[in-house]
């Protein structure tokens, strides 16, 4: 039995582990990249923003897993790096479903990344994968956008899993990364009125999730990768100092400061999102690190 996946982005934070676990679970994995010689794994040649793919990375797989997007808290939001955020990801899923609608390949499923920021800032209302995207918000505009051109594939009859990813938490990158640096500097403190919620998965739990996806037919349509349990980004503070055993020094960081530092960025630390993980539990997914803490120590524990 061939089990060959094709993974777009896959030397960014979640295709570099994915693409371990994927191995390790026994399958192949090859990716498609602008340089493909630069990887351990197979790697086709493609180049989203000319429109440019080789015509045998599609042929190759059983499964592909699209990642593809550049980093959204890379940088100031200035008006290039929105259209740039934006278009690595339309960009990148158009060209897969434009190669997926000629036909004569085998792919059996197409799991494509999503993010929560569809939802923007919704206080400490839960929200679920029926809640509508949000008005005039940047990155609800690039989420729909994006989760419409996954949309396509499914239009040409192949299985189609799309993932509202939370704030991924690993000690290699994303956000985890900064918030830590701060709190080891024991300036830690909440961000803005610390009472927005942050809804987050471990990177293993979030790769588990795509491989499990991946595997079986009955996972099809919207789901949110989110952790169970979403807190507060104060309690979220406040746990991770626990874990570097480091104390909790400033008041709140104030939300005019954050804007003025990171500009419209601040959104992704200011908007509270609260996000239920009911229908990926429904599907009979096993979360690993259901809880803040023990997610956090699995990174930290020898701290």
Known sequence: MSRKVLITGGTGLIGTRLAEMLIDAGYEVALLSRHPGASRYRGFRWDPQAGAIDGAAVTYADYIINLAGSSVSDGKWTNERKREILSSRLAGTKLVARELAKGNHHVQAFISASAIGIYGDQDDRVVNEQTPPAPNDFLAEVCQQWEAAAQSVAEGNIRTAIFRIGIV?????????????????MAGAPLGSGRQYMSWIHLDDLCRLLIQSLEENTWAGTYNAVSPNPVTNQEFTKTLAEVLHRPLVLPKVPEFGLKLVMGEMSEIVLASQRVSAEKVLHQGFTYEYPELKPALESFYNEA
Not at 169 to 185: D, F, H, I, N, T
């Open 169 to 185: 938490l690993s000690p290699e990158g994303g956000a985890l990364v900064p918030l830590a640096r701060v709190v080891k500097m």
